[in-house]
């Protein structure tokens, strides 16, 4: 089984949290930053209104984050690896329960999307940040971790409308699933958080998927 990796990224942080103090510090830190994007969107963000809307001196923030891209990108990995995990929690489910496939694929797009791309305005300002300064092989590690779970899953749901999953198969899958959120949400697409959008992807996937 792969190691899961560490909720904050090293690269985004100049030290690791590692006693509660410290944990209740970031949560509060990430707590301001999501309220002052609510409130005034990425342009009102600044790492000062961060700091003193969290209770805390700047240079406590800075002990943690060299800027504010750090701080949302830090915010975007903890979130990936909630969602990464309750994905998991919920394939492992469905192969005991021995769920229908093709339900299972579209709740698994149906939560892609709406960690990832959907939800109030100003949240979708907030991910569309987050796509645009997100690193590239942070994301394809995480694409990589996705798509070796959800293969393993796939394959003991024993379904035989399905072909068994091959490497191709699940890396063709989990990239153009992830590529149309993507874009969808850098675009900042009237699509997003439609039936039409999900049904095309739960289409695009199942059909490739099927015996």
Not at 97 to 125: C, K, N, Q, Y
């Amino acid at each position: 089984m792969n190691k899961k990796p560490s909720i904050l990224f090293p690269e985004v942080m100049r030290k690791e949290p590692t006693q509660e103090r410290a944990q209740r510090t970031i949560q509060a830190i990430f707590e301001a930053t999501a309220q002052i994007m609510e409130s005034e969107g990425e342009a009102g963000l600044t790492t000062n209104k961060v700091a003193q809307k969290a209770g805390f001196s700047i240079g406590t923030l800075y002990q943690y984050f060299p800027s504010k891209e750090a701080i949302i990108l830090a915010m975007c990995q903890r979130e990936r690896r909630r969602v990464m995990d309750d994905m998991h929690t919920m394939m492992t489910r469905a192969v005991q329960e021995g769920r229908d496939a093709e339900d299972v694929v579209r709740e698994m797009i149906h939560t892609l999307i709406t960690s990832f791309a959907a939800g109030p305005r100003l949240r979708r300002a907030m991910v569309r940040m987050v796509w645009r300064l997100d690193h590239h092989e942070n994301f394809a590690e995480a694409l990589r971790e996705a798509a070796d779970r959800n293969a393993i899953a796939l394959a003991q749901l024993n379904d035989p409308r399905l072909r068994p999953p091959s490497p191709a198969m699940m890396f063709v899958s989990t990239r153009a699933v992830m590529g149309a959120i993507r874009s969808a949400s850098l675009e900042d697409s009237p699509l997003l958080g439609t039936r039409e959008f999900e049904d095309e992807l739960v289409r695009m996937v199942w059909g490739a998927m099927q015996a």
